[in-house]
T-cell receptor
Framework: DAGVIQSPRHEVTEMGQEVTLRCKPISGHNSLFWYRQTMMRGLELLIY????????DSGMPEDRFSAKMPNASFSTLKIQPSEPRDSAVYFCASSLLTGSLSTDTQYFGPGTRLTVL | KNQVEQSPQSLIILEGKNCTLQ??????????LRWYKQDTGRGPVSLTI?????NTKSNGRYTATLDADTKQSSLHITASQLSDSASYICVVRGTTSGTYKYIFGTGTRLKVLA
C-alpha cells in the first residue's frame, strides 16, 4: 500500500486566497483525521471522520475552515479566506476503528506545509 | 478538563545512554494511550499503544509503562542511537458521549549526540 497520500506537499499563497488540501487515506481504513502542527501549539486535531461522516469537529478553529469526505478514498480541507496565522503543517491520518481499545493506530501522511503571506 | 502533559520539553543525551520521557494525563474516561515518534519533516509514527489493563509494553529498545491509577505513562529508551533523535508525542484517547476524543501532548524533543 502507498500509505496516506497528501497533496500538495507545499503550498504558498497570499492572504485572502482559498486553499484546498487533499488527502487519500489507506484503502480499507474507515476513519480519517486532519491535524495542524505548529511550533507553538504542537499537533492539534481539527476534525475526524468515521465512515465518511464527521464525528468530532470541535478542533476546527473557525468558519474559515471546512472539511469534506465525499467518499471513502478522498477528503479535502479548505481554508477560505486564508490568513498568515494559518501557516502550519497540515497532516492527514487514517485508521481502522473497530471498537477495540488497541487497534486504532493512525497512519499519517507526509503533510502539507502551508505558508500564507 | 482533558489534558496531556509531557516532560521534559526537550532532552539532550549522548549516544548509548538511556533516557525516560514522561506523560501525565487527566483524560477521563480513558480508552488507551499511545506514544508516537515524529522525525523532523515527517508525520508521526506509532511506537506503542497501551490500554488500562497493561502496565508495560516493549517495542525493541522502546519500553512504555502505564499506571492507570496515577494517570502516568513513561517511555524508556535503552542504548540510544542517533536515529532516536526526534519528537515523542503522547496521545490519550478518551470517550465523551460515545465519541472518541484524542488528546495530544506537546511532545518531548530528544536529541542524541555522538
Amino acid at each position: 500500500d502507498a500509505g496516506v497520500i497528501q497533496s500538495p506537499r507545499h503550498e504558498v499563497t497570499e492572504m485572502g486566497q482559498e486553499v484546498t488540501l487533499r488527502c487519500k487515506p489507506i484503502s480499507g481504513h474507515n476513519s480519517l483525521f486532519w491535524y495542524r502542527q505548529t511550533m507553538m501549539r504542537g499537533l492539534e486535531l481539527l476534525i475526524y471522520f468515521n465512515n465518511n461522516v464527521p464525528i468530532d469537529d470541535s478542533g476546527m478553529p473557525e468558519d474559515r475552515f471546512s472539511a469534506k469526505m465525499p467518499n471513502a478514498s478522498f477528503s479535502t480541507l479548505k481554508i477560505q479566506p486564508s490568513e498568515p496565522r494559518d501557516s502550519a503543517v497540515y497532516f492527514c491520518a487514517s485508521s481502522l476503528l473497530t471498537g477495540s481499545l488497541s487497534t486504532d493506530t493512525q497512519y499519517f501522511g507526509p503533510g502539507t506545509r502551508l505558508t500564507v503571506l | 478538563k482533558n489534558q496531556v502533559e509531557q516532560s521534559p520539553q526537550s532532552l539532550i543525551i549522548l549516544e548509548g545512554k538511556n533516557c525516560t520521557l514522561q506523560c501525565n494525563y487527566t483524560v477521563s474516561p480513558f480508552s488507551n494511550l499511545r506514544w508516537y515518534k515524529q522525525d523532523t519533516g515527517r508525520g508521526p509514527v506509532s511506537l506503542t499503544i497501551m490500554t488500562f489493563s497493561e502496565n508495560t509494553k516493549s517495542n525493541g529498545r522502546y519500553t512504555a509503562t502505564l499506571d492507570a491509577d496515577t494517570k502516568q505513562s513513561s517511555l524508556h529508551i535503552t542504548a540510544s542511537q542517533l536515529s532516536d533523535s526526534a519528537s515523542y508525542i503522547c496521545v490519550v484517547r478518551g470517550t465523551t458521549s460515545g465519541t472518541y476524543k484524542y488528546i495530544f501532548g506537546t511532545g518531548t524533543r530528544l536529541k542524541v549526540l555522538a
